[in-house]
């Protein structure tokens, strides 16, 4: 039982790990530029949509083409 506990507490950990490193590193970027060049966001906090935004931002970086945000 011990066994079973400690090993899904450390799956737990590590996935958590992955997901704040995986934030950080692909939506970090996108949210300094976003909180220089774009109006205040008056909604409350979506991680889904800052993905999704994050994902928009890199995409008319490569393609050139300006950017629809959520």
């Not at 737990?12 to 300094?32: D, N, R």
Request: proline content about 7%; some cysteine; overall charge positive.
């Amino acid at each position: 039982m011990a066994l079973i506990l400690a090993v899904s507490l450390s799956l737990y950990l590590v996935v958590m790990a992955v997901l704040v490193t995986a934030y950080l590193l692909f939506c970090g970027p996108y949210l300094w530029w976003a909180c220089a060049h774009l109006p205040k966001d008056r909604r409350p906090f979506s991680m889904g949509r800052d993905f999704h935004n994050a994902w928009r931002f890199y995409r008319s970086r490569l393609t050139g083409k300006p950017p629809v945000f959520l």
